[in-house]
């Protein structure tokens, strides 16, 4: 993205390396991380209440750039060895670390005074996250399965959403957050292909690199389980019929990524990846029809 477009045209130009780091010009972070919030409010109230959808939007955006920032600092080096990350602020010697540092505890102090307009559990449920993300960028030192923990931290705000929308957590929230680990494992492995030269050059792993000889296959198989825990959940919950046909819609377009994905294009990866927002519009949907 150059410098003058999209929304670093309304920044002045002095501050696009923060923004370029909190990765504000990069939007599709934010909804992965929001839409399992709304995920969970939607299987606990039979309307997405304003307030709380409001306070969890503000809270995603500093935690998504809160994130970005100490990601891009324990990858600095590795980034800097990566094509497609090579310019980020921190790789590129933009900013430096210290600049970073403050920027990002300023985001986690406004992260913070959101998280304190909830109850107390939610409060401590909140601060249980900072666990997950603090390890979250070490895991693909150590492990072929990091996609695997970014589905643990991401669809965190499953269970906060819950907990606000119905005072408890459950079998069915449990249920969603599993479905939800399943698909951020599928689509964090696509986009996870862009890197797989460079990755394995670099001793980074993932499971683009475990399953690079049938990726179709893998990322089909965990579609199909993200999938299979949506059905479960509504067959436990008695959802309405109506249900049915909105999960229906969240099959058909996984259906479609994992047929027509071309994994030896970093265009058609970032494409399927960034089509994961109409993912998760779709299941707050059927979410919605299963309580009428």
């Not at 109230?45 to 600092?73: K, Q």
Request: hydrophobic residues 50%.
């Amino acid at each position: 993205m150059q410098p003058n477009s999209g929304i670093l045209k309304w920044i002045p130009p002095k501050f696009h390396a923060y923004a370029r780091l909190a990765r504000i010009d990069k939007p599709i972070g934010i909804w992965l991380l929001l839409l399992p919030c709304y995920w969970g409010l939607a299987l606990t109230s039979s309307h997405l209440p304003l307030p709380e959808i409001l306070l969890f939007t503000i809270g995603a955006v500093l935690m998504r750039s809160v994130g970005c920032i100490y990601n891009d600092w324990v990858d600095r080096d590795f980034d800097s060895k990566v094509r497609r990350t090579a310019n980020r602020p921190l790789a590129s010697k933009a900013l430096s670390v210290y600049q970073a540092y403050r920027f990002m505890v300023l985001l986690l102090g406004l992260a913070f005074l959101v998280l304190l307009s909830f109850s107390f559990e939610v409060i401590l449920l909140g601060g249980l996250s900072l666990i997950l993300v603090v390890l979250y960028p070490w895991m693909k030192r150590f492990t072929y399965w990091p996609q695997a923990f970014l589905g643990l931290t991401f669809n965190w705000g499953i269970l906060m959403g819950s907990l606000v929308g119905g005072g408890r957590l459950d079998l069915k929230t449990f249920l969603l957050y599993g479905a939800g680990i399943f698909w951020t494992l599928g689509y964090d492995t696509i986009y996870a292909f862009q890197d797989r030269d460079d990755d394995a050059l670099i001793g980074v792993k993932s499971t683009a690199l475990k399953f690079s000889r049938h990726p179709k296959l893998f990322l089909m198989v965990v579609y199909g389980a993200f999938w299979f825990l949506l059905l479960i959940l509504g067959w436990i919950s008695e959802f309405h019929q109506a249900y049915i046909l909105g999960i229906s819609l969240v099959g058909v377009h996984l259906f479609w990524q994992g047929v027509t994905l071309n994994p030896e294009k970093s265009e058609d990866c970032l494409k399927k990846f960034k089509s994961n927002t109409l993912t998760g519009l779709l299941v707050i949907l059927a979410l919605l029809l299963g309580r009428l």
